[in-house]
């Protein structure tokens, strides 16, 4: 079974802090994805990566920055944390190709930024 | 641009009946419709995919079909259970095959 784990499940910030997400899959995928979920607004893509290195822009990346320098590894940073980004943030994975793959997604980070 | 609605309301249904939720889409033709499961705090499980040239898929208790007339797949549980409750979300590819758009969900409340 794929796994997706993310490094907290609750987070406390206060406006102003750099925050850091990390998210790790155990599958070898190729791709990882950054989301956000607000209710109403269902989830929204941050960034995402195809590879190491990679990273491409979603649908609503200001304020937010991300790292892969390891395969399974993906880094959502908030650079200066704002009330605004209080959310509940997903990451996921899939093997390869485009969007087509089927999505295995992390638990989730409840972030309450202050 | 292209949209994927799904509608926001509840759907309380009671345990045993078949469950059936909505996903339209408008702006474009999908290749293809994916549906995921949301527990609450939970990140969404896959459940099925089914393409454009299918008309229905099955998986055990669910069924889900795809009409490009209408624009719409439905999703089917049948023979309920309280704990199929959960929301339940629907996905195209964009056409660019780049992303997954996702609907807003739709809950479903099974009582005993």
């Known amino acids: 079974d794929v796994k997706v784990t993310q490094s907290s499940r609750y987070l406390v910030k206060r406006t102003g802090e750099k925050v850091f997400l990390e998210c790790v899959q155990d599958m070898d995928h190729e791709n990882m994805f950054w989301y956000r979920q607000d209710p109403g607004l269902g989830l929204r893509l941050i960034y995402f990566?195809?590879?190491?290195?990679?990273?491409e822009k979603g649908d609503i990346p200001e304020g937010y920055s991300v790292s892969r320098e390891k395969k399974e590894r993906f880094s959502l940073i908030l650079e200066s944390a704002s009330t605004n980004q209080t959310s509940m943030y997903l990451c996921?994975?899939?093997?390869?190709?485009?969007?087509?793959?089927?999505?295995?997604f992390g638990p989730g980070t409840r972030l309450l930024v202050l | 641009s292209q949209k994927i609605e799904q509608n926001s309301e509840a759907l309380n249904i009671q345990e045993g009946k078949t469950a059936t939720l909505t996903c339209n889409y408008t702006?474009?033709?999908?290749?293809?419709l994916q549906w995921y499961r949301q527990d609450p705090g939970r990140g969404p499980v896959f459940l099925l995919l089914?393409?454009?040239?299918?008309k229905e898929k099955r998986k055990e208790r669910l069924k889900v079909t795809f009409d490009t007339t209408l624009k719409q797949s439905l999703f089917h549980i049948t023979a309920s259970q309280p704990a199929d409750s959960a929301t339940y979300l629907c996905?195209?590819?964009?056409?660019?095959?780049?992303?997954?758009?996702f609907g807003t969900g739709t809950r479903l409340l099974v009582s005993p």
């Open positions: 089914i393409r454009e040239n299918e």
């Open positions: 996905a195209s590819p964009n056409t660019g095959f780049q992303k997954l758009v």
């Open positions: 702006n474009y033709s999908p290749a293809y």
């Open positions: 990566s195809y590879d190491v290195k990679m990273k």
């Open positions: 996921a994975s899939s093997l390869s190709g485009g969007a087509q793959e089927t999505q295995y």
